[in-house]
């Protein structure tokens, strides 16, 4: 037998980990100065915590089905968990429980690998380390722009010169979708095409029997709105008439306040953004950057899902993939810190060796012992 690693986990090796772990360390000093504070959550949930959040997000109408499903099995104590597939549900799930007495609102920011069981596809990573923030008990527009304005400066942070964050609201394909067809599996079809960006599919979707004419048409086009301020008034122009303007004005007003306060990376409104996470209730969003297909970060406000863990406040926040913002910065240029020693020590006398090594270390330089 060769030894080898599943498929989807891999081993990191020294100059990829140094790199790995500055743009760990730049991202998570910027969480800092914006106030939100470290947290570590077990790597492994009760699998029904992971369920309880989910099927409360069923209500919101999102794409619940597109999400990969998570690692499960018995423990010891012949209890079904799951390696948990994001970190947002587990800090709801503290937030509510071992701060249950504490008032909010809470900001924290994390460091976390994920884990999502996928397909037997070549490249599909089953393993992958999430950088991101949750702030909790603050809702409105104020709170998703502090959110947003957070990620811009962590891809900054992380060293992309090149980065574009779309923008949109679940709120108004949510309310089109419930007026468009009572069948919930057109629901979940539909929405399924919208986190693929299939546009075709939409467009088949939306002209099937039973689908309210006036509704599917106004679904195939929001698909095709997006750009910049110009976007908000083209979504108004065709969702008012129907009603299903939800959320479209604090989306505005959140990316007004967002544009006065980036200066670096592209921020645009794209109304086809769709999770594969079934909670987010508002705001969605996701961050890309050229030559990397799929998006470097994404997130939202998740208003209901603390309330499946017993404490109904709003929330919202996002994560990035460290891997991808490394796929970026290649793509970007961008080369790796240099892992080899800053000073090698030999000495034909190993005490003298091992002091003149003590002395350096002790002045900050990375030392490596010579001599055989």
């Given at each position: 037998?060769?030894?080898?690693?599943?498929?989807g986990?891999?081993?990191?090796?020294?100059?990829?980990?140094?790199?790995?772990?500055?743009?760990?360390?730049?991202?998570?000093?910027?969480?800092?100065?914006?106030?939100?504070?470290?947290?570590?959550t077990?790597?492994?949930?009760?699998?029904?915590?992971?369920?309880?959040?989910?099927?409360?997000?069923?209500?919101?109408?999102?794409?619940?089905?597109?999400?990969?499903?998570?690692?499960?099995?018995?423990?010891?104590d012949?209890?079904?968990?799951?390696?948990?597939?994001?970190?947002?549900i587990?800090?709801?799930?503290?937030?509510?429980?071992?701060?249950?007495d504490?008032?909010g609102?809470?900001?924290?920011?994390y460091?976390?690998?994920?884990?999502?069981?996928?397909?037997?596809?070549?490249?599909?990573?089953?393993?992958?380390?999430?950088?991101?923030?949750?702030c909790?008990?603050?809702?409105?527009?104020?709170?998703?722009?502090?959110?947003l304005?957070?990620l811009?400066?962590?891809?900054?942070?992380?060293?992309?010169s090149?980065?574009?964050?779309?923008?949109?609201?679940?709120?108004?394909?949510?309310?089109?979708?419930?007026?468009?067809?009572?069948?919930?599996?057109?629901?979940?079809?539909?929405?399924?095409?919208?986190?693929?960006?299939?546009?075709?599919?939409?467009d088949?979707?939306?002209?099937?029997?039973?689908?309210?004419p006036?509704?599917?048409?106004?679904?195939?086009?929001?698909?095709?709105?997006?750009?910049?301020?110009?976007?908000?008034?083209?979504?108004?122009?065709?969702?008012?008439?129907?009603?299903?303007?939800?959320?479209?004005?604090?989306?505005?007003r959140?990316?007004?306040?967002v544009?006065?306060?980036?200066?670096?990376?592209?921020l645009?409104v794209?109304?086809?953004?769709?999770?594969?996470?079934?909670?987010?209730?508002?705001?969605?969003?996701?961050?890309?950057?050229?030559?990397?297909?799929?998006?470097?970060?994404?997130?939202?406000?998740?208003?209901?899902?603390?309330?499946?863990?017993?404490?109904?406040?709003?929330?919202?926040?996002?994560?990035?993939?460290?891997?991808?913002?490394l796929?970026?910065?290649?793509?970007?240029?961008?080369?790796?810190?240099?892992?080899?020693?800053?000073?090698?020590?030999?000495?034909?006398?190993p005490?003298?060796?091992?002091?003149?090594?003590?002395?350096?270390?002790?002045?900050?330089?990375?030392?490596?012992?010579?001599?055989?």
């Amino acid at each position: 037998m060769i030894p080898r690693t599943p498929r989807g986990f891999r081993d990191v090796l020294p100059t990829e980990a140094a790199w790995r772990k500055t743009i760990t360390q730049a991202v998570s000093t910027q969480f800092g100065l914006w106030g939100y504070l470290p947290l570590e959550t077990p790597a492994i949930e009760l699998a029904d915590v992971i369920g309880m959040a989910s099927s409360l997000g069923k209500d919101s109408l999102q794409a619940h089905a597109a999400a990969e499903a998570p690692f499960r099995f018995f423990d010891s104590d012949s209890n079904l968990v799951a390696l948990r597939p994001d970190v947002t549900i587990p800090v709801a799930r503290v937030a509510a429980t071992r701060l249950r007495d504490e008032k909010g609102p809470f900001r924290f920011y994390y460091a976390q690998p994920v884990f999502a069981e996928r397909e037997s596809t070549y490249g599909q990573e089953r393993e992958f380390t999430q950088l991101g923030v949750e702030c909790i008990g603050k809702g409105g527009y104020v709170a998703d722009a502090e959110v947003l304005c957070v990620l811009f400066e962590a891809l900054q942070a992380a060293g992309l010169s090149t980065f574009t964050v779309a923008i949109g609201t679940v709120g108004v394909l949510n309310a089109l979708v419930r007026q468009a067809s009572d069948s919930p599996e057109w629901h979940d079809r539909i929405l399924q095409a919208f986190h693929k960006s299939d546009l075709v599919g939409i467009d088949l979707l939306t002209k099937e029997e039973g689908v309210k004419p006036a509704y599917g048409d106004a679904i195939a086009r929001l698909a095709r709105i997006r750009g910049g301020k110009e976007a908000f008034g083209a979504c108004a122009e065709l969702v008012a008439p129907l009603g299903c303007e939800s959320d479209l004005e604090q989306l505005q007003r959140t990316y007004e306040l967002v544009e006065e306060n980036t200066h670096m990376g592209t921020l645009m409104v794209d109304f086809s953004i769709v999770s594969s996470f079934d909670y987010y209730t508002g705001l969605v969003f996701k961050a890309y950057a050229p030559e990397v297909p799929a998006s470097l970060a994404s997130g939202g406000r998740y208003d209901t899902t603390m309330a499946a863990f017993g404490r109904n406040e709003p929330a919202a926040g996002f994560a990035l993939g460290l891997e991808r913002v490394l796929a970026a910065l290649e793509a970007q240029g961008a080369t790796p810190p240099d892992v080899g020693p800053e000073q090698v020590v030999s000495d034909d006398d190993p005490k003298l060796m091992f002091a003149k090594a003590a002395q350096l270390r002790a002045q900050g330089v990375r030392v490596v012992l010579g001599g055989e």
